[in-house]
């Protein structure tokens, strides 16, 4: 499967919180997130591991009991099942990947981006 970069498809999560799920397989899947400076997403977990990268701008990321400024070129891995939630400092762009594969985030594919 191959991913082509557009700039349609992103869906709005939450308020300020875009995404697109950029490829995917059986067992992974690759999300890019398009984050408006204020805005949140609030403390949440999931039974998914999430490994991600700061393309651009700047966010505090709170796991659990620590928090971090996250600046472009910084990296994470928030484990399965941990809280976690983040405030977007500047107009930011993330991308984190999924494993195992998040069904739900099905909606959030733009089929004109993807060639399997």
Request: proline share 4%; hydrophobic share 35%; aromatic share 8%.
């Amino acid at each position: 499967m191959f991913g082509s970069r557009s700039n349609d498809g992103y869906r709005e999560m939450l308020k300020g919180v875009k995404v697109k799920t950029l490829v995917y397989g059986e067992k992974t899947l690759m999300a890019e997130f398009l984050l408006e400076k204020g805005s949140t997403i609030p403390e949440h977990s999931h039974a998914h591991e999430q490994a991600g990268y700061l393309v651009k701008g700047k966010m505090r990321l709170f796991a659990e009991s620590k928090s971090r400024i996250v600046n472009p070129g910084d990296s994470w891995c928030v484990p399965s099942n941990r809280k976690h939630k983040v405030e977007v400092l500047e107009d930011s762009v993330a991308v984190e990947v999924f494993s195992p594969h998040r069904e739900d985030y099905g909606k959030y594919v733009n089929p004109a981006d993807i060639e399997e």
